[in-house]
């Protein structure tokens, strides 16, 4: 108990400290949420993700592992949580509001900064990867499902286009693969927005969670039902893959420990957009985050093994 609560404070709490931060401003001032949205969007990510991957040690390999590790993730609790909810003879658009309730994680806000504090650097350059293909994975199969087939996949597959981050991951990769370096005073001016990505990303997280006024009680259980496939079935999910494509140390750690975070805020975004139940996906989103203390807190006790 008593390792578990010392992981608890240094790893977790700080985080819903900084995010607690977000929410009190969200409640009192009412800030707009678009410009902070933006900013991390459009500025602080694509910078986070150029210099994690140039200043890394991450090899080649590593780095499809990750990829791979992402993908196959995503596609196992699409199938897992679209049989749940055929079982369960839900209403099209309540299953598809399961989906991307179950899916999509919030490797972004809440993943890059535990694994930062709970692995150290060489973990947060590759939770980065996990983060920038889950984002392509929500831009195009969140997408799709949340249309329930009514957009065109080519509609859907051009939303990557619209990811700074996807940008920042070539180039990242360019810059590895030819050995070029950029100028010093490009370089410290990366490296400070970088810096400043993680902190900004907690405090929306926190004016995303105060803008949820809604609790849909007569839906409580299937709120309960995604948090539990999110939190629980998730991770195990996880560490089988990464079993299976060979990940070891760090990147094992990094992998399972994004794969098992809370369900992602952007997914009540899809919800808004498609017609989806969105009251439900925002319970997702509010419930998942605040029981993830008791399944990510065990979780990284058994990664440091």
């Known amino acids: ?112 900064a535990v694994n930062k504090f709970a692995f150290g650097e060489a973990a947060l350059a590759r939770a980065v990867i996990y983060y920038v293909f889950s984002t392509l994975t929500v831009y195009t199969a969140g997408v799709i499902i949340a249309s329930l087939g009514r957009k065109p996949v080519r509609a859907a597959l051009a939303q990557i286009i619209t990811v700074p981050a996807a940008y920042a991951l070539l180039i990242a990769g360019l810059f590895r693969i030819t050995g070029w370096q950029l100028p010093e005073v490009f ?36 709120i309960a039902l995604a948090s539990f496939l999110q939190l629980v079935i998730a991770p195990l999910v996880g560490l089988g893959l990464a079993g299976a494509l060979g990940l070891t140390g760090v990147t094992r750690q990094a992998a399972v420990l994004e794969a098992a975070m809370p369900t992602a805020v952007i997914t009540t975004i899809l919800a808004v957009e498609y017609d989806l139940d969105s009251v439900f996906v925002t319970g997702a989103v509010i419930l998942s985050t605040l029981l993830s203390p008791l399944t990510v807190t065990p979780l990284i006790a058994y990664l440091q093994r």
């Open 1 to 112: 108990m008593t390792l578990l609560l010392g992981i608890f404070a240094t790893n977790i709490l700080p985080i819903f400290l900084t995010a607690g931060t977000g929410f009190a401003v969200g409640r009192r001032f009412k800030p707009d949420l678009k410009t902070v949205s933006r900013l991390a969007f459009y500025i602080f990510s694509p910078c986070l993700v150029f210099n994690s991957i140039v200043h890394s040690e991450l090899s080649g390999a590593e780095f499809w592992q990750m990829a791979f590790f992402t993908l196959g993730v995503v596609a196992a609790m699409v199938a897992i949580s679209a049989l749940v909810g055929f079982g369960l003879r839900l209403e099209r658009h309540v299953l598809a509001a399961l989906v991307v309730a179950s899916v999509f994680v919030n490797g972004g806000n809440y993943g890059l």
């Open 187 to 222: 370089d410290r001016a990366i490296t400070l927005l970088s810096q400043a990505a993680i902190p900004v990303m907690l405090v929306l997280l926190g004016l995303q969670m105060a803008e949820a006024r809604e609790w849909p009680r007569a839906r409580l259980a299937l």
